[in-house]
């Protein structure tokens, strides 16, 4: 509507038909005076010409004189002959003007008011809702509301990015209450594997959005009755299609007595009077099977607790490892699924259906759907993982604590950056505080990659070598999407590879995208090792691998490959020889994780082709962390062999509790995620970083008590965080450091603390200047320097110097502290402390501290000798702190105003 139009409707209703009551057949309102004064019309004045009555205005009528005395005029009557219009006398046009009703006051005319002829004179579909006119923002709302007066759109919400809008966003077609409806066609918006061009998966979900489930995608799977993940046996057994990881369905047919969980093909022959393997003996071998910790007494085994062997049953365990709960007796394989957000089955999904695509718990919020009966849900919206019973109420528009209302009592919210539009922030510097939403911003903070917003806590773990919910892990419990042709699948390194082949079958073209495609013959190489020891197979030769006696038949193992010329080891090894080397040798890359866990071996000489490691480093002398089962007892030093041309490692270097190793050299290593070298109680030299230059995640060198110095660190640029614990370290001084910011750990603490107190006297960073967290540097009693002279920008909450006995020199110059600046105001203050109890003489190198918001405190205190402060700029000016504290510095020469 135009400028004109606007304001002519809004003389209409607000100045000029103050008695009209929108009738054409009211007169005009009478102008009470010259122009829009409000002087009352001339009338009764004494006169000589009809001149001297006119009062200026027109819509009262031409004022006359009659006797020498004026008389008003007959006000001015507009009709348009149109009942459904407000007509009026215009002053300003000095004509008769007619307007539809604009009673929401939007702006915007009645479309119900037509001329004689039919034509509509206004475009506002609802006159009395203010947020229903044309060209507003039309939203997706359960009422199906026309915000913008257009059915054609409904809202474009799309909140899987897959390109199609939210199915439940819908709009009236016409005028007729909603009995049709225009709506999107994506009947799973949160999943962007559902939509309508979707291929369908074997997923339990409708992921094409036709109204059928898993149809036609489904492998062969054999009915599971007692849950030990192997399907019943007989000729009478035929196939169904199922899904991988359906409940109670196993893809081998190898089970003789599929109501007993101890018994199938492949079972430890236990001393219990059965046929456990299924061979047709009863226990014709004793065997030692590992008996597993079952807690909470339903029959299934804790695979987290460490086994005891025995051929005998033992009190208390059982053979099954596959209980992910052995705290609760309902929580196991054979539980059946409730809904109540909890994964009673145990098959990795919280999966009761309560509709087509509709679970329990749809959001992963681990709250279960109000529509479960029984009471046992309390989320009123399974769409949205802020909303749910329990969840605290933020200012936006939803009831997010599912109380029945909307934004009560609710405080200021801090919105974050949130660029890809999923619900979730980054970037906690940036922070705004505010009650209302913000575009572009969210009120969750998580978001580990936000230019995917399909990446986000809460989020499908997918197969794809990427961390897709935030929560530090990759590709957890993803095996499911891995259904492989007469091969068990497993999700690594973010694809899906074969982890082992069905009987009969093979891998030949080393291809998982159709599994074991090769059909071969199992033929016996040897008969009668029923009863016999278990050397009767082992023909000596290793290199076709290890035989077993299978029914009364001896038959070979999987050949060790060693044809493959390629210099790529798919998948993850494990040193526990010298043997084990050897089999590596112009080995490359490892796809996976290395580990050394070996008894008798004094070093890795032999693995000098290595130069990537995908997953993590692992040489562990205690796996368990707590001293039963010790190895690496001879390794003395990892220098001289393949790790010293180690370039890359994509996951965790770790070298932890090896007693006799004194030597670690890397000199290749450029990149890691974290480096985790802890209680190698001998180590004494660790200088063989140089080329090191970023580390994303940790770096913990901790309980190396021998370990004085840290020479080979210098080239290191970037960590996420750093840990120096209970080390022999007298000086630390990385001179290459710049940046400490915390990833993966939200404080990013600069911890120099506990054992390190008794010994370190120097800390030198001469070009750090960022740290993403605190700094506490407290109780090192042997400390004398702190040097951080580049320093700008702590983005913590603290820089603490405290109970330092011998500290005089801190060097710190002129840095921000606290959140960025236009960032919110928060609750917590922020703090800059100098406690050096108590012999701190001169701080007069600590440049000027700015704060970020205006919520800081400033102490110094008990400081017994300070008595140089002349330099000291930090408080002049004192810029954005709000409370400062000297206490206790005896004999101080500084004055108020120098600091």
Known sequence: MSFERACFCCLVLCTVLTACN???KNPATRDSGAGDSGAPDAGGAVCSTDGDCDDGLYCNGQETCVGQQCQAGTAITCDDGIACTIDACSERTRKCASAPADRDSDGHFDARCKDKTGKVLGDDCDDTDPLRFPGNIETCD???KDEDCDPKTFGDKDSDNDGFFDKKCCNPVSDDKGAKLACGSDCDDLKASVNPKAAELCDDFDNDCDGKTDEGVGIKMYRDADFDGHGEKGPKVKAVMKCPGAVGFAGKSNDCNDNDPEVFEGQFEICDGKDNNCDGNIDEVEEE?????????DRFGDATSVPVYSCQRIPGRELSHNDCNDKAAAVNPAAA??????????????????????????????????NCKGGKGGDCDDTDATTAKGKEEVCDMRD??????????????VWYLDQDGDGWGTNIGSALARCQPIPGRAPNFGDCDDAVNSVHPGALETCNGADDNCNGKTDEGTDYQCPLESAVGICKLGHCSVLSCFPGHD?????????????????????????????????????????????????HGTPVNCEASSSVLQGSFLIQSSLDIQMLAGIETITGDLGVSAVGLVNLTGL?????????????????????????ESLTALVGSGLYNLINVGGTIKIEDNPTLTVIRFPSLVTAGSILIRRNTALTTLDGFESLVKVSNAVDISGNTALTTLPGMQALDRVGSLTLHDNGLTELRLGGLTTIDGNFDPAGVLAARQGNDLSVVKIVMPKLTTIGGNVEIQSMHALTTLSLPALKRVKGMTFSIYGCDVLNDPTVHAFLLGPDPGGPVLDTSLSFSINSDPVLTKVGHIGAVTCATNNCMAQIGYNTLLDNCDAITMLTPFVGFTYRQYYGNVATTCKDGQL
């Not at 957000?341 to 919280?350: I, Y």
């Not at 209302?405 to 405080?411: F, G, N, R």
Request: glycine share 12%; aromatic share 6%; proline share 2%.
């Open 608 to 632: 000098e082709a290595l130069t990537t490691i995908g997953g993590n480093l692992t040489v562990d002398g205690d796996v368990n962390d707590n001293g039963s089962v010790l190895t690496n």
């Open 507 to 555: 891998d030949c073209n080393h291809k998982a995208q159709d599994g074991c495609e090769c059909t071969v013959p199992i033929v016996a190489f040897k008969t009668g090792c029923s009863g016999k020891v278990s050397t009767f197979c082992d023909d000596g030769n290793y290199c076709n691998g290890k035989e077993q006696c299978i029914g009364d038949g001896c038959f």
């Open 337 to 370: 699924e409730l809904c109540d957000g909890v994964d009673n089955d145990c098959n990795g999904k919280r999966d009761f259906k309560l509709d087509t695509n509709d679970f329990e718990d749809d959001d992963n919020d681990d709250v279960a759907d109000s």
């Open 22 to 24: 929108g009738s054409d």
């Open 400 to 413: 997010n604590d599912c109380d029945g209302k909307v934004d009560e009592m609710t405080a200021t919210t």
């Open 142 to 144: 359960p009422d199906n």
């Open 289 to 297: 099977a590992p008996w597993f910790v079952d807690a909470d007494g």
